[in-house]
């Protein structure tokens, strides 16, 4: 069973928020606003917080938070699964995290993992795909 936790904003679309002072949050927020496009906002927790006063800057600071027009809000590695599923591409991993036995758990733990070390991650992630956060498949048509 996926939990939702609620928020009292009104939005016209999901609002993923991260922390803006995360090199590896924004870099991989920039990736996924390239596959979603218009369909999903993203901004810093630095800049909306004290719209969502129920939600301890900590819990800001250790992990995305991905706000939903219906008045509830994923985090975590579902947040980022969830966008994913928005963006039309690997929706199979969001339904695997919905229904296969196991898969939440570990990427919750996956997630909390990369949480605690993302400077480490950062550079892994730049070592790995470079400086540019943009798809190849958009860098090639530009």
């Avoid at 590896?24 to 901004?43: I, K, S």
Wanted: charged share 20%.
């Amino acid at each position: 069973m996926i939990k939702r936790y609620h928020h009292n904003a009104s939005l016209q679309k999901p609002l993923l928020v991260f922390d803006a002072d995360c090199l590896f949050c924004r870099w991989w927020v920039y990736r996924w606003h390239c596959h979603t496009g218009r369909q999903v906002e993203y901004t810093p927790f630095q800049e909306v917080q004290s719209q969502y006063p129920s939600i301890p800057t900590a819990q800001f600071e250790r992990a995305v938070h991905l706000m939903l027009p219906d008045g509830s809000y994923l985090l975590g590695a579902e947040a980022v699964l969830y966008v994913l599923k928005l963006a039309g591409r690997y929706r199979w991993w969001y339904w695997s995290y919905a229904h296969i036995p196991g898969v939440r758990w570990l990427c919750e733990k996956t997630y909390q993992h990369i949480a605690r070390h993302r400077s480490f991650f950062a550079k892994i992630t730049v070592f790995i795909f470079g400086q540019d956060p943009t798809p190849r498949f958009l860098r090639n048509n530009t």
